[in-house]
């Protein structure tokens, strides 16, 4: 009877204790909830309220490139004036920035409708010992939209072309020589129908914020 006792009181204490422990981390657990909430909505509020372009002009970066598109022939930039260019940097086994920045340009592409005709989204890997025309052809063109075009070459092409839009890229977490990630800049690149860098969208702008830079360049 007395151990049945003991053992009652034993467990009344610690329950006390446990008691008195909740009621004295739970203002920092609240206040923790809150601040975390808070920042979580400051995050959504960046993601989703880019509301204001305004046009820029870079004269230190941007320019005229030529890389090798899916057919295996060469592209040359140029050939795109008179359009608008969406120009993004990634690579094929990217696992998250590239497809959800690749399913907003669409995105941009089919809320234009019509036009739509009038812009061009180009796609250059930086990754070219994976991603070759072949590749790229066989295993992204008839996943991704069509009206895409993406670009790759040697790593000597990616290099010159990725430094004119000041974009750095580098291998990361390598398992082996075929199995790495690549870190890589993740803006979309604004270019006017004169060959000439206009705005960088950062990584996590929705299509219609990025609409309303390729119309003020209509």
Known sequence: MNLNRSFNQGLLFRKKVYLGLFFLIAPF?????????ETVKKQADQFHNFTEVTLKNYPNQGGDFSLIG?????VFSKTYRGKV??????YRFCPDVCPLTIWELKSVLDKLGDDAESVQV?????????????NINEEWL??????ILWLTGTPEEIRKTADLYAVRFKKMKARSSSDYLVGHTAYVFLIDKQGKLRFKFPFKTLSDEIIKGVRLLF
């Open 29 to 37: 657990l609240t206040v923790s909830v809150i601040f975390a909430n």
């Open 70 to 74: 899916p057919s295996g022939k060469r």
């Open 85 to 90: 260019i969406l120009l993004f940097f990634g």
């Open 122 to 134: 180009v796609f250059v890997s930086v990754d070219p010992e994976r991603d070759s025309p072949k």
């Open 142 to 147: 008839g996943f991704y939209d069509g009206r």
